[in-house]
């Protein structure tokens, strides 16, 4: 399974000498660098070492350890991702992507979407001119192809590591962490999840929008064979349930439940929470059987006023929070690296990491983007979460009608595909 890698500006593409560190002094209690990462997630490992082949010096810090979960051939983890076609061609360019196990990354080659009064909504792959609409894959096995990609690239890994007090002056950001150490860089990198402390300290202030939902995970071994199918159904209660595929004949379910309902499917044994998620399926693959315990997160929306300050730059669910329906957050979060790879890569004659002009020019790079698949996302959790009659009918009357026009079709899945 390989994935075309898109074309990257050259400097991507330099070892670390190739550009004078020059900011790069270091004693034992005391760290300058070009650029300090602060979160280890996903889209941070995937950064770190993009900016650190363009000649930065880089450090990724962490208050939890930074290290892979061991992986079981015979488990699954219960966060699965669905990685878009463009995510994976970024993910093949950091050298992470080739480095996943085959068996345990499976194709959505279709899907079909329900509405809450029958109505029905069909993608494939094949028609869109793509591999596959994405690709479902474990948080554990990206994390563990992307961690040797850090150290490969000379990150400096710091784990473990409690933040207290983040600092400015005119040429640098400097963050305190509560062992005395202090990381000082021309740009601070926000990386650390919605919930963001690098976000509130450097003062961009948003509250996020509750929807009332949690999302119910869990994974399930499945009587019949799923075909790379996925299935999601709009409910009549204003919830999304979303049946992903993964390898052999078992799918990973993300159900947006309202938060009193949630509480009441992770109440549930697991014999009990898989009846309860066939029947909301329609039986559509037989008899489900759990393989993994569930797990609920909560559900918000969050915009900001900016994705970047003085010195700073946010990414990922730091940066922008949407609803899961469309699978689309961690894609947007790769965007954002991509993104703040490239713009520091072509920097040119610009030394300095954290200038305003390359700040700016990431921020206009992905205001677009992430304002449409915002407004797509919040504007279908909103459309279907009213019970009214007459809007129940538009909305169905608009999937089937969508359903019968595939250019608009093509229209609308671009920009997941990404």
């Known amino acids: 399974m390989s994935v075309p890698s898109p074309p990257i500006a050259s400097a ?3 070892p670390p000498q190739a550009r004078e560190r020059s900011f790069l002094v270091n004693n034992p209690s005391h760290a300058r660098y070009d650029v300090v990462v602060a979160g280890a997630g996903l889209v941070g490992l995937s950064l770190a070492p993009m900016l650190a082949r363009s000649g930065l010096a880089v450090a990724l810090v962490d208050r939890a350890p930074v290290a892979s979960i061991p992986t079981d051939p015979d488990s699954w983890d219960v966060r699965v991702y669905a990685i878009s076609p463009g995510s994976a061609a970024f993910l093949q360019t950091v050298g992470a992507w080739q480095a996943l196990p085959c068996e345990r990354i499976a194709a959505i080659e279709s899907m079909r979407v329900e ?4 109505a029905a909504l069909q993608f494939s792959a094949y028609d869109l001119g793509e591999r596959a609409l994405a690709w479902i894959v474990e948080e554990r096995e990206l994390r563990a192809a992307l961690l040797p990609r850090v150290h490969e690239a000379g990150v400096e890994v710091i784990g473990g590591a409690a933040f207290e007090s983040l600092a400015w002056s005119a040429d640098a950001g400097a963050l305190r962490l509560a062992d005395g150490r202090v990381l000082q860089a021309r740009l601070i990198v926000g990386a650390d999840g919605a919930r963001s402390w690098a976000r509130e300290a450097a003062g961009i202030v948003a ?5 009332g939902q949690t999302a119910v995970v869990a994974n399930f071994s499945c009587e019949h064979a799923h075909h790379g199918r996925a299935r999601q159904w709009f409910r009549s209660d204003g919830g999304v349930l979303a049946w992903l595929p993964l390898p052999g004949r078992r799918i990973s379910i993300v159900w947006s439940a309202p938060d009193a309902q949630a509480q009441l499917l992770l109440a549930l044994d697991a014999e009990m929470l898989a009846s309860r998620v066939a029947d909301a399926g329609s039986n559509a693959l037989g008899k489900l059987v759990g393989i993994t315990p569930a797990a609920g997160f909560p559900l918000s929306y ?6 970047v ?12 929070g949407v609803h899961p329906l469309a699978g689309q957050g961690v894609n947007l979060g790769f965007g954002d690296a991509q993104a703040l790879a490239a713009v520091l890569a072509e920097r040119g004659p610009v030394a300095d990491a954290g200038a305003p002009l390359l700040l ?9 983007p992430v304002l449409a698949m915002q407004a797509v996302t919040d504007g279908l ?3 279907f979460g009213p019970n009214t009659p007459w809007l ?3 909305r169905n009357a608009g999937l089937s009608a969508v359903d019968r026009l595939p250019l608009l079709k093509r229209v609308l899945a671009q920009p997941a595909l990404r």
């Open 12 to 14: 991507l593409c330099h």
């Open 115 to 118: 509405g809450d009064a029958g």
């Open 207 to 211: 509250a996020p929008r509750s929807y």
């Open 302 to 307: 969050l915009r900001l006023p900016t994705s």
């Open 309 to 320: 300050a003085l010195r700073l730059a946010l990414v990922g669910d730091a940066a922008h």
């Open 360 to 368: 700016e020019r990431y921020a206009r790079r992905r205001a677009e």
């Open 381 to 383: 959790a909103r459309l």
């Open 392 to 394: 129940k009918a538009l």
